[in-house]
C-alpha cells in the first residue's frame, strides 16, 4: 500500500521536531503515556456517569 515510505517520511520529522520540543524521546513517551492514562481514567468516569 505504500504505508512504510510515506508514512515513515511523515511521521520520523514530526517525532524528530517533538524531541527536540520535549527535550528527548524519554520525555516524549513519558507525555504520550500520561496523555493515554488520563484518557482512559477519563472514560472511566464517563461509564460511571
Do not use: C, W
Not at 16 to 30: F, M, N, R, T
Amino acid at each position: 500500500m505504500g504505508y512504510e515510505s510515506t508514512g515513515v517520511e511523515f511521521i520520523a520529522p514530526a517525532y524528530d521536531q517533538l524531541a527536540k520540543d520535549y527535550g528527548g524521546i524519554g520525555v516524549v513517551v513519558e507525555n504520550v503515556n500520561e496523555y493515554v492514562r488520563r484518557l482512559k481514567s477519563h472514560n472511566r468516569v464517563n461509564d460511571l456517569l
